[in-house]
């Protein structure tokens, strides 16, 4: 199975800050990767597919890069609705796995 | 309005079983692959089964295979979940997930697009 690391686990950020979250995959998954967000009782939202792609209707602070092992989710200015939880997630094969999230906090 | 609602969940003990359904709306159902997604109390996400559009290929983690069976059935646009030989571990919310697939290239590109409220199983006794 291939094992999704994410880095860091939490963070404290302001409003406006730039932030930016790592996945790791523990073998090469090209760019079948896909993030999302969480917020507290509530279903998971994609963000981000295929890497890079960034999914209709999620605003243009959000983007992400990597390709291989290595991978970034980047918000460019923190707004206060992004305080959240950020899952990376593999499709390249099955089973696919989560990394095990970044709580984004209000510092 | 594209939407998914489950339901089935609840509480149930060890050893029982449960079968979750998840009613698809404002899409053509038999078009998209579709996905079961679990989160434990205080947890991250966990992927659990995928189905393909006819149901001919069916995906599941290790932790579930021989005791949970993904289903579709696309004249009723509905997702299933039988679920036996449940165990506490098993204790989730389970969302239902929407599939796309896109094509670039030689790339097959597939990510959960759209995602259910999710229902709540409870293992104890």
């Known amino acids: 199975d291939i094992q999704m690391t994410q880095s860091p686990s939490s963070l404290s950020a302001s409003v406006g800050d730039r932030v930016t979250i790592t996945c790791r995959a523990s073998?090469?998954?090209?760019?079948?990767l896909n993030w999302y967000q969480q917020k507290p009782g509530k279903a998971p939202k994609l963000l981000i597919h295929?890497?890079?792609s960034l999914q209709s209707g999620v605003p243009s602070r959000f983007s992400g890069s990597g390709s291989g092992t290595d991978f970034t989710l980047t918000i460019s200015s923190l707004q206060p609705e992004d305080f959240a939880a950020y899952y990376c997630?593999?499709?390249?094969?099955?089973?696919?796995?989560f990394g095990q999230g970044t709580k984004v906090e209000i510092k | 309005e594209v939407q998914l609602v489950e339901s089935g969940g609840g509480l149930v003990q060890p050893g029982g079983s449960l079968r979750l359904s998840c009613a698809a709306s404002?899409?053509?159902?038999?078009?998209?692959?579709m996905s079961w997604v679990r989160q434990a109390p205080g947890k991250g996400l966990e992927w659990v089964a995928n189905?393909?559009?006819?149901?001919?290929?069916?995906y599941y983690v290790d932790s579930v295979k021989g005791r949970f069976t993904i289903s579709r059935d696309n004249a009723k646009n509905s997702l299933y979940l039988q679920m036996n030989g449940l165990r506490a571990e098993d204790t989730a919310v389970y969302y239902c997930?929407?599939?796309?697939?896109?094509?670039?290239?030689?790339?097959?590109?597939?990510?959960?697009?759209?995602w259910g409220k999710g229902t709540t199983v409870t293992v104890s006794s």
């Open positions: 073998q090469s998954i090209s760019s079948y």
């Open positions: 189905i393909n559009h006819d149901g001919s290929g069916k």
């Open positions: 404002g899409f053509t159902f038999r078009s998209y692959w």
């Open positions: 997930a929407r599939v796309p697939l896109l094509i670039a290239g030689t790339y097959y590109y597939y990510y959960m697009d759209v």
């Open positions: 997630q593999q499709s390249n094969s099955a089973p696919w796995t």
């Open positions: 295929a890497a890079s």
